[in-house]
């Protein structure tokens, strides 16, 4: 069964410290690996599509990378409004997508 | 500002009633898109329809219908609301043949059950 999983559950970081958040997946046909960012009581806002182990993408201060069994989303000196919930999904295949359950990031000043 | 937009943002319903979560986008998509979300289990697909007057089950269709008369328009039903059924829903849009292009959501319908 396609699977994917985030980690951490949630992470706390204080402005200015750097860190990452990962997403690792079993699927049997990658055609897209998704990030996107949810804000409370909001739908997912559409960050990055990555297709392609070593493909890397920029967005401020977030990047997102992938390998052939996971994607990170690397935060460089986050700032408060960066805080939200980060989730990741994959497509394998006709219209089938898969969420990972999300990272909640809080970031203090 | 291209947009999907859900009509509730919160609603109460009782057991048995029949509920209705209507949602527009303007951006000519042809995907639609029916999700919930519940802590700890993430986004799940209830349907999805690729065109007018058509549907597909998603991976958790049981106890909803769908329906899609026009383009802009796709609304999820109830049928006999329970309460396993509380949850966010959340609409989203694609265009067609962009199968590793991100969903456009919307804002969601938090549905509760009583």
């Known amino acids: 069964e396609d699977q994917v999983t985030q980690s951490p559950e949630a992470l706390r970081l204080q402005e200015g410290e750097s860190s990452s958040l990962n997403c690792s997946y079993t699927?049997?046909?990658?055609?897209?690996l998704f990030w996107y960012r949810q804000d409370p009581g909001k739908g997912p806002e559409f960050l990055f599509t990555?297709?392609?182990a070593g493909e890397e993408k920029e967005k401020e201060r977030l990047k997102a990378t992938l390998t052939k069994k996971e994607s990170f989303l690397h935060i460089t000196a986050p700032k408060p409004e960066d805080s939200a919930t980060y989730l990741c999904?994959?497509?394998?295949?006709?219209?089938?997508?898969?969420f990972g359950t999300g990272t909640k990031l809080q970031v203090i000043p | 500002d291209v947009k999907v937009t859900q009509s509730s943002r919160y609603l109460v319903k009782r057991t048995g009633e029949k509920v209705f979560l209507e949602c527009v986008q303007d951006?000519?998509?042809?995907?639609m898109f029916w999700y919930r979300q519940d802590p700890g289990l993430g986004l799940r697909l209830i349907y999805f329809?690729?065109?007018?007057?058509?549907?597909e089950k998603g991976d958790i269709p049981e106890g909803y219908s769908v329906s899609r008369e026009k383009k802009e328009r796709f609304s999820l039903i109830l049928e006999s609301a329970s309460t396993n059924q509380t949850s966010m829903y959340l609409c989203?849009?694609?265009?067609?043949?962009?199968?590793?292009?991100?969903?456009?959501f919307g804002s969601g319908t938090r549905l509760t059950v009583v």
């Open positions: 699927v049997s046909g990658l055609r897209g």
């Open positions: 989203a849009s694609r265009p067609i043949g962009q199968s590793s292009y991100g969903y456009t």
């Open positions: 990555l297709y392609s």
């Open positions: 999904a994959y497509s394998g295949g006709y219209q089938k997508v898969t």
């Open positions: 329809s690729y065109d007018v007057k058509m549907k």
């Open positions: 951006m000519d998509h042809e995907n």
